[in-house]
């Protein structure tokens, strides 16, 4: 199974790339939002999700760890194949999918190519009130000196937080609603503060 590629970009399509590493040219299936990050002959670093079936092997590309993640976690929807999670992962970062999810918020997932309010509806309900994807070693791989970057701010912070307020004693729904209402109106990712604002949403009026 190949996780991360790290080489020469050989060339960029409409929908894939192609990456040179130690003269093996490996071709990723990627978002236009990764694409429009990567330059022919410029050193990049992706991370990869391999599918294999029984006529042939596809990889998937993206600008990190946690991207690859939410496209796993997609996939456990009925009805929601390689491309439609691709789509997904392109249309809406990490944190707006997660905010989307908690707020039970169909219409910003239908923003995804292809991905209509059923579907949307579907995978609201299937997986609003979930824990976050993990990486595969239980955390996401990260690499500070990795040349493509990724555009959205990480889950982490809200995941924290989310935690947080489980051990508290609330439920996963009513805790990630929270912290992604707190997000969204104080626009901070600092953990204390999130959990703090969460708090005050959770506390009766």
């Known amino acids: ?43 990049a670093e992706v991370f990869i999700e391999t599918r294999v079936t029984e006529n042939s092997i596809t990889l998937f590309a993206f600008a990190t760890d946690e991207e690859r993640a939410w496209f796993v976690r997609l996939q456990d929807v009925p009805g929601v194949a390689g491309k439609s999670a691709m789509a997904l992962c392109d ?60 555009a ?12 947080a307020l489980v051990n508290l004693g609330y439920s996963q729904s009513e805790a990630a609603r929270a912290v992604a209402t707190a997000a969204k109106e104080s626009g901070s990712e600092d953990v204390s503060a999130l959990i703090k604002a969460a708090l005050k949403e959770l506390s009766p009026s």
């Open 91 to 150: 249309a809406l970062s990490p944190a707006e999918l997660m905010d989307a999810l908690a707020l039970g918020d169909a219409a910003s997932i239908t923003r995804a190519k292809g991905v209509g309010k059923k579907l949307a509806e579907r995978i609201v309900g299937e997986l609003s009130g979930k824990p976050p994807p993990m990486g595969r070693f239980g955390k996401f791989v990260a690499d500070p000196t990795a040349s493509v970057q990724a």
């Open 1 to 43: 199974m190949i996780g991360r590629l790290k080489g020469e970009v050989a060339a960029v399509g409409a929908d894939n790339i192609m990456i040179d590493v130690n003269g093996v040219g490996y071709v990723a299936l990627a978002g236009a939002r990764l694409l429009s990050k990567l330059t022919v002959g410029a050193q």
């Open 152 to 163: 959205s701010v990480t889950t982490g912070a809200r995941g924290e937080a989310v935690s």
